[in-house]
Each structure stands twice: as C-alpha cells, then as structure tokens.
C-alpha cells in the first residue's frame, strides 16, 4: 500500500466512524478551555469534566481566578492530581493573562507557552479549539498511533507532530487531532487488543498498515 493510499484510508475510515468529533473538555470560552487542558495533564478528560464546573462557577474568568488564593484552587482541582503544581500554574497564568494581554488569551503559540503549566502540546490545543488555528497536538496516544500506522518513526512527540503535518493537509489537522483521539479510545489501546475487530486494520490487514 502506497503512503498516500494509506493516509486516504485513514481519513476516510476516521471520517466516517466521527464525522464530526466534540471537543472533550468542557468550556465556555477560550479561557475556560486553556484552564481545563492545564488539568488535563496527566488526568482524565472525564475526571476534568468532573472538576471544572465548581472551578468555574467559583472562578471562570482570568481576575476572579487571580483573586483566589493557590490553596483555594488546589481544593478545588484535587481530583485532577498534581494539585499543587497545577493550582500554581492556574493562578499565574491568569495573573499574567491580566499584566500581559488584559486579560485575554492571546492567539499564538509563542505567548501562549510563555504562560506557567503551558506546555507546547497544551498550546496548541488552544490554538486549534479555541481559535480554530490548524495545529496538531500530539500527545503520547497519538504518538502511539502514528507509529502503529507507520506514520512516524518519530522517537518522541515534536518529530511526531512534524511527520503527521507533512502527510495531512493543514485544514484536516485539527479534525484528525480529535478523530486520532477518538478511535485511539475506543479502538487502539496500548496493550490488549484483538486487530481483527479493528475497523482499520481489518480493512486492510494490519502488516500491510503497518509498512511505511
Ligand atoms: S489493529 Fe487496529 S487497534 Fe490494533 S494497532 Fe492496528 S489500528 Fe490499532
């Protein structure tokens, strides 16, 4: 199987399985957004879920969130792990979002891992969700997938990120981001799996994805 037929095959197979995939962490704006991906390091989309209602009801907007001290945010976050380290990192980023950018998220990448707890992943989850930017956040499932599909020998996420960029086009990215997520959940776990049931390798057969 030629690259090129295997990159139709597979957005044409994640097309039709999520058409249209919801993005996971509840928010309201791009603010909400850029606090639950900072929870979600290391943690559920479902625990955050869980957790950010009674966050955001306290605390939904960069001043009110300033205004709290850090052992305030860290009992409310608690479920999520690392509560200490990401109560911080909340606390100062929307510090910062009110010195730096009146108290709005700024739009690129550059300013937005400037911030405390923004990493380049989270960054671009920002980007892409909130702003709709075409960005490709790779995180250790997709990573896994690239490599499963022989879409990247990448030995870690950035070179990752590099090789599924060059094989999609941009405006697809965003979407396959999700779509990668997805199927990577409900189809493709890290250990543990019958390939005979899987929606696309038994399209194709697996030794036959697999090869780049
Ligand atoms: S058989 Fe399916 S589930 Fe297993 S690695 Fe391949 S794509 Fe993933």
Known sequence: MTGAAKVELILATLDALYPAPPIPLRHDDPYTLLVAVVLSAQCTDLRVNQVTPALFARAGTPAQMAALPVETIQ?????????????????????????????????????????PGVGHKTAQVVVAQAFGEPAFPVDTHIHRLAWRWGLSAGKNVLQTERDLKRLFPP????????????????????RGHDPHRCPLCSQVGRKELFTT
């Open 75 to 115: 009992a409310l976050i608690r479920p999520c792990g690392l509560a200490p380290q990401k109560a911080r990192a909340i606390r100062g980023l929307s510090q910062l979002l009110l010195d730096r950018h009146q108290g709005q998220v700024p739009r690129t990448l550059a300013e937005l891992e400037a911030l």
């Open 171 to 190: 405006d697809r990215w965003n979407r396959l981001h999700l779509q990668f997520i997805y199927f990577g959940r409900e189809h493709c776990p890290a």
